[in-house]
């Protein structure tokens, strides 16, 4: 498979100048569009993976970019109401807002985390760049395919091990795997945050310890981003088992430099967990 022309986001020189022809905000949204341009076309992306894309806040190049591009790919207004304010009312720009694209339900807008909702979102990217690049087309139909073929071996295979897993309840830290976890028949007993940036009570904390220990629930889907408080209690008084997983991936580790790497890498910790 061609390497992607996926700018890094960490390389200012990479998008910080000359404003590119397709812009994806938050890494998992670049990843998936990168693999459907492929060489034809550049994604450059705005929020760098260890930013938090809850709570950034884009800089004027940032706007600027947004402002010239052909094609924006971005999480939706529920998790960034700064894109369509940076784009404003141009005719000339296609945006892509994964949280139509993916069907977001209430006010979650972690769909790009369910591998067929990634598929949804895959296929808007491809008729966006289509529509921009009607020339090219026949290569992001190529590229699209490849992707969702891709990304039905990783269906295939966790559910094959997922067969042998007969405890499939966890408890998380901040409600990200609802989605994932709804298409593969895990259950989420408990959040230790329910609203992202929002801090665990004592009471809520010892109430999450009580339910563990009483439903005999031992997985934990923490963090590999940040340590929340709480998860250390979990660990000492509930014997929790913590897979530390990441919803966003990471250009510099080749575990979760494309999107379907890091379906396997969260996947392979949630089986570590789970028993």
Known sequence: MKKPCLLGLFAAACFRTEPGPVVATIYPLAAIAGEIAGESVQVKGIVPPSADPHSFEPSPADAALLAGAGVVIYAGPVMEPWVKESVGDRKDVVLVDASVSGKMEGNDPHVWLDPARAKMIASDVEKALSTRWPQDSLEFRANLARFEERVDSFDAWFRARLD???????????????????RYGLVEVASLNQTHG??????????????????????????????????????????????????????????????????????????????
């Open 198 to 275: 929002g801090e665990t009570s004592p009471l809520d904390l010892a109430r999450v310890v009580r339910l563990m220990n009483s439903q005999d629930v031992r997985a934990v889907f923490g963090s590999a981003r940040e340590e929340y408080p709480g998860v250390s209690v979990l660990e000492r008084e509930a014997q929790a088992r913590v897979a530390r997983l990441d919803p966003i991936g990471d250009e510099g580790d080749p575990e979760r430099s494309d999107y379907v790497g890091l379906l396997f890498y969260n996947a392979r910790l949630m089986l570590g967990v789970l028993k």
């Open 164 to 182: 042998s897993v007969p405890e499939r309840r966890f408890v998380s830290v901040h409600p990200a795997w609802n989605y994932f976890a709804a």
